[in-house]
């Protein structure tokens, strides 16, 4: 009888790490090439699996807000796309094996979703179809639909697990304060080429502006990411009334810092999203019938008394930001911000006749190449309407027109009923839920009010900000999935979140 030939697991491990390793060396000895990097991703990803098995529901939350994108991947998709993918996946595997895994947390928004999405299928095979033009098609707008379909599987994604309880602390931050990363980004922007390879998953923080005679608007665009992301957990974590705690006085600069961090970026709408927020838990936390309110009316009165007469010596973009503001700003400022507004205004007006053609049947992503090549030539030889290129892309800058004109009727619809479904979920998880959970539901329902408000009123874009609205309630429903139907009389009495 021939004897077992025996390995022991050391053996086994050198056996197989060694040359893999003599092989990932090998390919980084040139590693700025595709083939080298294509290599080495794939091994690294093969190495990670077992740590996306236990952690992926983490790094899903972690990724959501996270200003990181792959810029070999097509489309340069970001990591929250990636990981809805994953977490997805492993929650399916999950399902299989046998595990208690439900997708539909709360079913009026689940249903909502699946008449989205088919909405969305519909309108996309009669127009065109799904081009990827990174992938090879003929047409582009694939991009703008894969983040439609992320959105929704996104929801899906953060539902299928549990949130433990007792680390919600830990889950709120990951949500909001991967926002931070963009920090790392800037030493990309000014530590000359030697850094330039960190725009490989971070985005660049500069834009510049001009119109022509004027001198560029320099504007830090994406700064946004870490002081919205800063902004948000303050007020997640600790409820508006313990932001502005006197016991906890760093809670409160934190948040300013975050507030004036914001004016750099250079865009008036983010105040006008603060503003939102902020008065959305003034009501909800029950402080509009407390002095809170006279000392931030005098408060902001006060600061805008002191600061008017040096708003001349701002950075220009801080004076762009604070244009609308009854305040005198240079006129390279005013004259960037308010041709912005007469952009957008103008091409709303172009827009609103076609709305009745595509009521039905929306237009769709799908665009001809050839159409923005040429619309992209006749406004560099002076020939072609400064929004055009815009408008033919599909980027609206209007939520309203974002929506119909791409899906028509049958989108409005599916979006108004996604809506009012999420809205039903937070208003119930502020109601009725567990008191520990107070303040990140009443932030829950207050940011998501915010967005909605701001969607339909200020700025918004469909393809990118439903997987806004689907992360919030997403969050609310998979953090309060035990409370989600419960209620009764004893717990109808108003709540009022504790200092």
Known sequence: ??????????????????????????????????????????????????????????????????????????????????????????????????????????????????????????????????????????????????????????????????????????????????????????????????????????PESFETEGDGASEAVTRFGSINFATMGLFCFLLMRYGLRGVLDIHHPWRATLLLLAILGSLFAGFRSVLVMYALILGALFYWEGLLRTRLVAIIVLAGILGLAITMPFVRHFPLSVQRTLSFLPVEVDPIAQASADASTEWRLDMWRELLPEVPKYLFLGKGYAVDPNDMFMVWQSELRGFGKAAEFARLNGDYHSGPFSLIIPFGIFGVFGFAWFSVASLQVLYKNYRYGDPALLRVNTFLLAIFIARLIFFLTVFGSFSSDLINFAGLVGFGVTLNRDELGRGGPEKDAPRVLPG
């Open 1 to 202: 009888m021939a004897e077992s030939f025996a390995i022991s697991r050391s053996h086994l491990m050198y056996g197989v790490c060694l040359p893999l390793a003599v092989l990932v060396g090998y390919f980084l000895a040139t590693p700025f090439e595709s083939d080298s990097l294509s290599v080495v991703i794939l091994v690294l990803s093969v190495l990670s699996v077992p740590l996306l098995m236990r952690w992926h529901y983490p790094l899903l939350i972690f990724s959501w807000n996270a200003p990181i994108f792959f810029s070999l991947l097509p489309g340069r998709l970001s990591l929250g796309v990636v990981m809805v993918g994953i977490s997805l996946t492993f929650s399916l595997m999950d399902r299989t094996v046998g595990r208690k895994v439900d997708f539909f947390g709360s079913r009026s928004v689940s249903r909502s979703l699946v008449f989205l999405t088919a909405v969305i299928v519909i309108t996309a095979v009669l127009t065109g179809g799904v081009g990827v033009r990174a992938l090879g098609s003929a047409s582009f707008g694939g991009r703008k639909y894969l983040l439609l379909f992320m959105g929704v599987l996104g929801y899906f994604a953060m539902v299928g697990q549990r949130m433990p309880r007792h680390r919600v602390g830990m889950y709120v931050a990951l949500f909001y304060l991967s926002g931070l990363l963009i920090f790392p980004g800037l030493l990309g922007d000014l530590g000359g080429p030697s850094m330039d390879f960190l725009h490989a998953i971070l």
